[in-house]
């Protein structure tokens, strides 16, 4: 079955850095679009970088282009989150997800028709 597992969130301070990982199973790595989303407490989930496998091609929320950076490892099936230069209110739950139907970038909403799974999130916290 398809799995998705978030690592490496944790405390950091503001100009930091941290390295977010999503380790995926059950689906062809390679075929998919690999989505990191977030969540501030709150507010609603919000998408944050997509990066396609089958070309490496990458997409980011305007907030986060310039300061994070979306990575993949085909052999390890693994998308990473670098978080660069990370602000107070980057504080989240940090999600990964798949889009089972379309291959693209996940929808900030997607999950109602049951092909797309979000990993169970990993916390992210921006403190000095």
């Known amino acids: 079955q398809v799995q998705l597992v978030e690592s490496g969130g944790g405390l950091v301070q503001p100009g930091g850095s941290l390295t977010l990982s999503c380790s995926t199973s059950?689906?062809?790595?390679?075929?998919?679009?690999i989505g990191w989303f977030r969540q501030a407490p709150g507010k609603e989930r919000e998408w944050v970088a997509c990066?396609?496998?089958?070309?490496?091609?990458?997409n980011y929320a305007h907030f986060a282009n310039g300061r994070f950076t979306i990575s993949s490892d085909a052999s390890k099936t693994t998308v990473y989150l670098e978080l660069n230069n990370p602000k107070p209110e980057d504080t989240g739950v940090y999600y990964c997800?798949?889009?089972?139907?379309?291959?693209?970038?996940?929808?900030?909403?997607?999950?109602?028709?049951?092909?797309?799974?979000w990993g169970q999130g990993t916390q992210v916290t921006v403190s000095s």
């Open positions: 997800a798949v889009d089972l139907v379309t291959y693209d970038c996940p929808n900030v909403h997607g999950g109602e028709d049951g092909m797309t799974s």
């Open positions: 059950g689906f062809t790595f390679r075929y998919y679009t």
């Open positions: 990066i396609d496998n089958t070309d490496l091609k990458k």
